[in-house]
């Protein structure tokens, strides 16, 4: 078993729809991180999170530590939004381990 | 923030030879971190630099086929030696300055 799943594997909406990617994870970490990954483009990192709720525009992270989740809404989807979406887990000693990404297309 | 120039963007290259890839940080870090994406995959680990020591290596990557030097705490690069068809992958650098930063990516494709 991975050491973070990640939820949706893949997934089409249609624009304006809430979408939310499921993010779990089985080991002690100090943070989790949120990236997005465009084709061809490089990797931007969306949100860091260690507890709680961040918000960024239409873009919604939030993390349960006991539960050992997290989840990246995106609220009124567009086009735009269309990447592959990666969480990943910053284990004590500062190493990263990577979901296996959510590959989301939004349809106009 | 950290914007990082990683190089080339892209390269073809022959079975047999090396290619290095340089990432230039625009601020001083501790650790940046080499990834490796193949296609349809996440990414997967390849090393630690640290500067100043040798950098870590994980299960699966060495030293000999993926030499890493760091000088300074801007820069590392990273070389692909004795390339092979199966090395044919995204390379990425990454830095971890409260959030995390990557550089755009090498594309390499061995013939």
């Known amino acids: 078993k991975n050491e973070v799943e990640q939820s949706p594997q893949n997934l089409t909406a249609q624009e304006g729809e809430f979408i939310t990617i499921n993010c779990s994870y089985s080991v002690g970490i100090s943070a989790l991180h949120w990236l997005q990954q465009h084709p061809g483009g490089g990797i931007v990192s969306l949100f860091m999170?260690?507890?709680g709720k961040k918000k960024h525009g239409r873009l919604i992270a939030t993390i349960n530590i006991q539960e050992k989740h997290s989840s990246l809404h995106i609220t009124a989807s567009h086009p735009r939004d269309s990447a592959v979406y990666i969480c990943a887990a910053l284990k004590y000693g500062n190493k990263l381990v990577f979901g296996a990404g959510t590959i989301l297309r939004v349809k106009s | 923030s950290a914007v990082i120039s990683q190089k080339p963007s892209r390269d073809i290259c022959q079975r047999g030879t090396s290619l290095t890839i340089q990432c230039q940080v625009d601020s001083q870090v501790t650790m940046m971190f080499w990834y490796r994406q193949q296609p349809g995959q996440s990414l997967t680990l390849i090393a630690t630099a640290n500067q100043g020591s040798e950098a870590t290596y994980e299960s699966g990557f060495v030293i000999d086929k993926f030499p890493i030097s760091r000088p300074n705490l801007t820069f590392s690069t990273l070389t692909v030696s004795n390339m092979s068809p199966e090395d044919s992958s995204i390379y990425l650098c990454?830095?971890?300055?409260?959030?995390?930063?990557f550089g755009s990516g090498t594309q390499l494709s061995v013939l």
């Open positions: 999170l260690s507890s």
């Open positions: 990454s830095v971890l300055n409260e959030k995390l930063f």
